[in-house]
């Protein structure tokens, strides 16, 4: 059964945004080791649009299967 690991986030977009879920999936990588899948619900009002580049290549790069939701409107 593939592990899927669920990570809710709301802020929004900035370079420290950006920081904080990188390290926070890369330290979760780390400890859990194994996961198959990350789901990314996104809440945010908009924001910096470089992050959101920076975000996006970063997941795009993982080894790992990402789904991001996007809840906000």
């Not at 809710?8 to 945004?17: D, F, G, L, Q, T």
């Not at 009002?45 to 789904?67: H, Q, V, W």
């Amino acid at each position: 059964m593939p592990i899927v690991q669920h990570v809710y986030c709301s802020a929004i977009i900035s370079k420290k945004m950006c920081d904080a879920l990188t390290s926070y999936v890369l330290s979760i990588s780390a400890v859990k080791g194994g996961i198959d899948e990350f789901v990314v619900y996104l809440v945010t009002g908009g924001g910096n649009p470089g992050s959101g580049m920076e975000l996006y290549n970063f997941f795009k790069a993982r080894p790992e299967r990402t789904t991001i939701y996007n809840m906000s409107s």
